[in-house]
């Protein structure tokens, strides 16, 4: 009984429970929709590198590992001829299972495994809907003959 007592302690206090509960809920997965649909979407990073491009409705997983106890965030550009352009940002966010670390005294968790998986962030917003409003139509002569 000790055994199996000790074996768990050291299980729990060896694992990052932002890492462990990854496996069951992406931090960095986001779904982003348009109205109209098949606006195109291009994201990129805090750098200005693209990181992804295609077409709305889309579901991402974007990096959430930006350093050591640094997360990423993104900017997300879509757009569709004939509509306005959107931009918004994608925010990185504490993991609220990173706390867990705390409860259960796993230091590994708290310094090493959760800020060196990322996995203590989550982006934010997850579920994304971009309405593109319709550009104004240019005004056009009209000959009255």
């Keep these: 009984m000790r055994i199996t ?6 299980c729990l206090t060896l ?3 932002a890492s462990v509960m990854s496996f069951f809920n992406d931090p960095g997965r986001i779904s982003i929709s348009s ?5 195109e979407l291009i994201i990129t990073d805090e750098k200005g590198k693209e990181v992804f491009r295609g077409k709305t409705p889309y579901t991402v997983t ?10 990423k ?14 931009n918004f940002i994608v925010k990185k966010g504490l993991n609220r299972w ?15 495994i959760d800020p060196l998986t990322g996995d ?11 309405p593109l409003g319709q ?7 009209i000959n009255f003959y």
């Design 5 to 10: 007592i000790a074996i768990l302690a050291a």
């Design 15 to 17: 694992t990052g429970c």
């Design 35 to 39: 109205s109209p649909e098949q606006a």
């Design 62 to 71: 974007l990096e959430t590992f930006g350093g050591y106890f640094r997360g």
């Design 73 to 86: 965030r993104y900017m997300v550009h879509v757009f569709k001829e004939g509509f306005r352009e959107q």
């Design 98 to 112: 990173y706390l867990g670390n705390i409860v259960i005294v796993s230091v590994l968790g708290l310094l090493i």
């Design 120 to 130: 203590m962030w989550k982006l934010s917003p997850k579920d994304i809907h971009v």
């Design 135 to 141: 550009e104004a139509s240019e005004t056009k002569a």
